[in-house]
């Protein structure tokens, strides 16, 4: 067997535990999903690290941006995972530069244009941020995640709305009362396919800024090269940018074009119905031979935010889960215990309590062991962000990007080391 066609070592139990397929003939009963491999990650439409890392680090970049008031407010774990990706030796002095000026520095990309559409725009609430940059073989549209009190009024919407984005972006929104239309043939079951309102409102009024610089720049015909197209999202960001990521999927011919489709999110939330996961499921199956097209939904132990909305609400994710689990494995499309209906509400409240309980006997035994103001100057000691990762709760925590970005940069070390040389993306 040569080197390629090998998984990077896993932890004991892992196939056992999330039921999944071996790879060596011998498979449990109704197994489902993988370890990931390098040997699976080179077949058309196949889940890459690199591209994984990338999309993530992108996703993570739209927290900054030129303002002058740039990173102002942001807590110690997006500080933590910038400065992971950019800080270097130069530390807080290169976090604080321009986002621009980053982009060119560590990724040699263009800024394009800053999105920012915020507000209340004809009677919706509206936040959304972040950036288009590229260079000759590379887009990327990164959207920025929840920031404000009106991200949250977006964040907890529990309605749907007919999946209409041409017709809906010369209004401006999905129309009024938009959650009525059409439940009278989804009863019948020949609904339209509908998606998250909140999260489709906000990237209506981001489909100028695709059209010109993504749009209008792939159809170019002046510009004969072969891109890879990015469209990543942390949380809120994830959510808007699958429904970027959906509408340049069915927008453009992907058989004729020469380019790559790629959508890497960090803790994305439901975003659609049963028939928006089928038309657009169907539409990736078609391309998959072609190499066209790469949806990665990656998710991080018990991150909260991939259950809301519940699905009891009937809200369902898009394919293929990238499951990284607590040690770090990573899974290709298992089928995780606990995501669907009551059965989810349970496992959610369920690792609440739990992280309660694990504190607390941490808290007893730390206070048993320490004596003469130890804990008092280890406390001291620490940084911001592990102040921060200490006093939240577990499903929160795991949301954080830098365990996201961390984890698979530890795949692709493990990667390397089996196939023995380093990858073709410089990642700097």
């Not at 896993?10 to 197994?31: C, I, M, P, R």
């Not at 609904?191 to 792939?218: S, W």
């Not at 990284?324 to 509400?345: A, C, H």
Request: aromatic content about 8%; proline content about 5%.
């Amino acid at each position: 067997m040569s080197s390629t066609s090998r998984a990077p070592p896993v932890e004991a139990g892992v196939f056992e535990k999330f039921h999944l397929k071996s790879g060596n003939g011998a498979q449990l009963v109704n197994a489902q999903g993988r370890v990931y491999s390098t040997k699976y990650s080179l077949e058309p439409s196949g889940i890459q690290a690199d591209d994984v890392i990338y999309g993530i680090k992108m996703a993570h970049m739209s927290c900054t941006d030129d303002s002058e008031g740039r990173l102002s407010g942001s807590g110690a774990n997006t500080l933590e995972a910038l400065r992971h990706i950019v800080g270097g030796e130069k530390g807080e002095e290169e976090i604080r530069k321009p986002l621009s000026t980053l982009l060119k520095d560590h990724f040699d990309l263009t800024m394009d244009c800053w999105i920012d559409e915020s507000g209340l725009k004809k009677g919706r609430a509206v936040d959304t941020q972040g950036f288009i940059a590229s260079n000759d073989d590379t887009i990327v549209l990164s959207y920025r995640f929840s920031t404000s009190l009106l991200d949250w009024v977006t964040n907890l919407s529990m309605t749907t709305s007919e999946w209409e984005p041409n017709q809906d972006a010369l209004i401006g929104h999905a129309g009024f009362c938009s959650c009525f239309d059409g439940w009278v043939y989804k009863a019948l079951g020949k609904g339209k396919p509908r998606v998250h309102t909140g999260f489709y409102n906000n990237f209506i009024y981001t489909i100028p800024h695709i059209q010109r610089h993504i749009i209008d720049k792939i159809k170019d015909p002046n510009d004969l090269n072969k891109k890879k197209i990015y469209i990543c999202g942390c949380s809120l960001g994830a959510a808007i940018a699958t429904m970027a990521f959906c509408y340049l999927l069915l927008e453009l011919p992907w058989e004729t074009l020469p380019h790559k489709l790629i959508s890497v999110t960090a803790g994305c939330p439901r975003v659609c119905d049963r028939v928006m996961h089928k038309t657009i499921m169907d539409r990736l199956e078609e391309l998959r031979p072609y190499d066209r097209a790469v949806l990665c939904r990656c998710v991080y132990n018990e991150d909260l935010v991939p259950h809301i909305p519940f699905n009891v609400a009937g809200f369902i994710h898009l394919d293929k889960l990238v499951y990284i689990t607590k040690e770090g494995d990573v899974l290709v499309n298992p089928k995780l215990r606990g995501t669907k209906n009551f059965s989810e509400l349970k496992r959610v409240f369920t690792s609440f309590w739990q992280e309660k309980k694990r504190k607390k006997a941490e808290a007893t035994t730390t206070t048993t062991k320490t004596t003469n103001g130890a804990e008092s100057e280890s406390q001291e000691a620490k940084t911001p962000f592990q102040k921060e990762v200490e006093s939240t709760p577990g499903p929160i925590k795991d949301h954080m990007p830098y365990w996201y970005l961390t984890f698979m940069e530890r795949l692709k070390e493990r990667e390397e080391a089996q196939v023995g040389e380093p990858s073709q993306r410089v990642i700097l």
